[in-house]
Structure formats: C-alpha cells, structure tokens
C-alpha cells in the first residue's frame, strides 16, 4: 500500500505543480545492485512461448508482473504492449537491464515497465499478481517458498522448468517448450 500511496501523491503533486505525472518506472525503487554473478546463462524465451506464457496466466490491465531473470524484458514489454500490464524485471546482469530498457523504451512502453539489476531473492514479490520466470530447476526450488508464501491466488508461470513436487494447474506443450502454470494456493 505504501508505494501505491507514494505513486498517487507523486500524482497528485505533479497535477498541483502543473508538471507531468511520473510514470509506473519512475515510481519503482531501484534496489542495490548486487554483487554476485547470474546463477544462469541468459538464454530468450522465444515469443510464441512468451505469448502462451501470457496467455495460460491471464495476464490483464489489472495485473502487476514481475519477470525473474527478465534477460531483455520481453515478457514484461509483452505484456505492457498488449494488455496495459505494469511490470518490473530483475535481473543480475546489466548489459541485459540495458537491454531490457532500450526494449521498453523502443516498445513505447517505459511509462508501464522498469527493469533493475537486483537479485531476484532478495526482492520483495508481495505487490505482484503475476511472475514469470525462466530459471533452472534447482533455482525454481530455492525460490518455491518465497512463491507460496505469496498471497493465494498469484499467478507463477514458468518456461521450461517445474517446482519439484509442487503439482502445476496447467503444463503446455509450445513450439516444443513446456509452459508451466501455478496459482498460489490458500493456507
């Protein structure tokens, strides 16, 4: 609520002083950037898998997505460009937030995305509807308790790796890709 509230006075105080109202990106705090190395290569997720990733987890206006090793932004910028969703990646390497931003901003999409070169565990995911994700399996189970932990009915969708034993709502088949889905469960 806290940041909601920073953005709707940052609103506010734009519209009294006459001047332009910031954008989504420009209301996201930047973390530190961190000192570690990628745990994975950066490989694109290829835009047919993007669109059925999207798609399985009903991305809409209404949602806020954060990508999890968002390499050049595609799924976030996606999502903006086709269905006004706010998005945020993070990502360890910054030659891919530069990316990820020139992306955006050639997409028209910069007043709706922001990338940052963070670690994606020690960010907190509580503001998202959505997270998308393309990680290596021993990665997907590190992070699977900070997932559950989210509030019931989040979307998780990841390309080409599953959460151990944690059953998926919907596994597809894509261009030859796995496209898994989960929602948060209820305590």
Do not use: C
């Not at 006004?84 to 030659?95: I, R, S, V, Y």
């Not at 565990?121 to 998308?132: P, R």
């Amino acid at each position: 609520m806290k940041k909601r509230h920073v953005w709707l006075t940052a609103i506010t105080l734009a519209t009294v002083l006459g001047a332009q109202a910031p954008t989504y990106a420009q209301t996201v705090q930047a973390p530190t950037s961190p000192s570690r190395t990628p745990d994975v290569i950066y490989v694109p997720t290829p835009r047919p898998v993007v669109d059925a990733m999207l798609k399985v987890a009903k991305v809409g206006k209404d949602d806020v997505l954060y990508d999890l090793g968002s390499g050049d932004g595609r799924i976030p910028v996606t999502a903006a460009k086709q269905f006004g969703t706010l998005g945020t990646g993070f990502d360890l390497d910054p030659k891919r937030i530069e990316e990820a931003n020139a992306n955006a901003k050639e997409q028209g999409v910069t007043d709706k995305v922001k990338f940052v070169q963070a670690d994606l565990f020690e960010q907190d995911l509580s503001k998202a509807t959505v997270i998308s994700l393309y990680l290596l399996p021993s990665l997907n189970l590190k992070l699977r308790p900070k997932l559950l932990a989210l509030k019931p009915g989040t979307r998780i969708v990841s390309h080409a790796f599953d959460m151990g034993d944690w059953t998926p709502d919907q596994t597809l088949t894509v261009e030859g890709s796995t496209v898994y889905f989960w929602t948060v469960p209820k305590r």
